[in-house]
């Protein structure tokens, strides 16, 4: 079993950065796949970037490539999302999912979300 808080969502203006956090709690943390997901209102949940159990491979939406940047600590059982140059259309609530397939970029691969931290972006 896998819990997951997120934390570090807020209010930001456009072109400015956020850096969300994510605390998992279980031993078997490091062997996740975790990844980040965004829902928006009105709007289906989506993909937003995944990282493997090893840290060394990442993947992301092409909406967000070269703008956020996933990374973890399994030795803290962290996972991290910076997000820079945030957009108006970034505006959602982000969650934290973990899971066993790669690159686990559909709702169905996900096994634990955590509850999601809003994130508003001003134009």
């Known amino acids: 079993q896998v819990q997951l808080v997120e934390s570090g969502g807020g209010l930001v203006q456009a072109g400015g950065s956020l850096r969300l956090s994510c605390a998992a709690s279980?031993?078997?943390?490091?062997?996740?796949?975790m990844g980040w997901f965004r829902q928006a209102p009105e709007k289906e949940r989506e993909f937003v970037a995944a990282i493997r159990w090893s840290g060394g491979t990442t993947y992301y939406a092409d909406s967000v490539k070269g703008r956020i940047t996933i990374s973890r600590d399994n030795a803290r059982n962290t996972v991290y999302l910076q997000m820079n140059s945030l957009k108006p259309e970034d505006t959602a609530a982000y969650f934290c999912?973990?899971?066993?397939?790669?690159?686990?970029?559909?709702?169905?691969?996900?096994?634990?979300w955590g509850q999601g931290t809003q994130v508003t972006v001003s134009s």
């Open positions: 279980g031993r078997t943390f490091m062997w996740y796949t």
């Open positions: 999912a973990a899971g066993s397939d790669w690159p686990m970029t559909g709702n169905q691969f996900v096994k634990y």
